[in-house]
């Protein structure tokens, strides 16, 4: 009993520090060049090597991906002359963070939606011994749903499922047995997996 207090404990320490990591997280600006119909420059500040920048169409299609090489300002022109008018996002996945700028073609101009912006916190799931701990931020109470799946002779056996609503901060400990696991966390859309060896 001792040593699951002792670990919870560590898991709100993890906690701690991940919000604390998110208040200093950077926001990235967007600069249109105007004077040049369906060509535009990105400019983020602050990015880190290995941050990934995407371009996706409605759908969620990947059209364009880049792993940012360089720490600091990242300045690139992009040429959209040869993609069909509609709805697009710009999407840098950082460490903890996914943020997304919309921007919609037509056909004289691009437009940059700053008001529809969005940033989206990943999960963050660490294995000690046999628990796992949960985190993650959901600042306007978005549902989470998290899902723990076994494997059992190459096939995935739901074990546990929950949905949480009206939360800002989940935090969230499992007792494993030995085996192996996939976890899987929905949330904004979008869904995380991780696979554990226990």
Known sequence: MKNILNNTKKGFLIVTLFTSLLSFANEASFTSIKDDAK???LTLTDVKAGNKLSIKDANGIVLYSEQI??????TKGFDFTSLPDG???????KDIEIKTIPFTISFKS???NKEKETTSYKPYIVQKNNL???????????AVKISVYSNANNEYELLHAE???DVQAIERVYKLEKG???????????????FINN
């Open 163 to 165: 949905s949480i609503t």
């Open 39 to 41: 060509k535009t420059a």
């Open 69 to 74: 090489e360089k720490a600091g300002i990242y």
């Open 132 to 142: 796992l701990y949960i985190t993650k931020l959901s600042p306007n109470s978005e």
């Open 87 to 93: 709805d697009y996002v710009f999407e840098l996945d």
């Open 180 to 194: 192996s696991y996939k976890i899987v966390i929905s949330s904004d859309n979008k869904e995380y997996t991780k």
């Open 110 to 112: 691009i437009v940059v």
